[in-house]
Nanobody
Framework: QVQLVESGGGSVQPGGFLRLSCVAS????????MGWYRQAPGKQRELVAV???????HYVDSVKGRFIVSRGNPENTVFLQMNSLKPEDTAVYYC??????????????????WGQGTQVTVSS
């Protein structure tokens, strides 16, 4: 089991910035990637950014060049630096951790864990 605690949400004006933080605990050695999802009213939850234990990253097109996902020290901490925020970034942001374990030779099992969500509001 993995538990996620996230923080850093708030209300900012367009063009502002926020830094989200997430700390994982429990069976952290099973984690293969951590990242951030968001869900706006009336919309499906979407992947925003993800970083693997190897350091590779992926971003949704709408945030490329503005958001940066990174791992902290200790390695079970992940951040999302959000710059040049736009009103369309308004959503509940969720921390995510993907775990992987070998259940038998040649076979792996993946499980996703989620934080409680933190509200980000961008308005003037």
């Amino acid at each position: 089991q993995v538990q996620l605690v996230e923080s850093g949400g708030g209300s900012v004006q367009p063009g502002g910035f926020l830094r989200l933080s997430c700390v994982a605990s429990g069976n952290i050695f099973s984690i293969v990637s951590m990242g951030w999802y968001r869900q706006a009213p009336g919309k499906q939850r979407e992947l925003v950014a993800v970083i693997s234990t190897g350091g590779s990253t992926h971003y949704v097109d709408s945030v490329k060049g503005r958001f940066i996902v990174s791992r902290g020290n200790p390695e079970n901490t992940v951040f999302l630096q959000m710059n040049s925020l736009k009103p369309e970034d308004t959503a509940v942001y969720y921390c995510n951790a993907e775990t992987m374990r070998t259940v038998r030779p040649g076979t792996s099992s993946a499980t996703d864990y989620w934080g409680q969500g933190t509200q980000v509001t961008v308005s003037s």
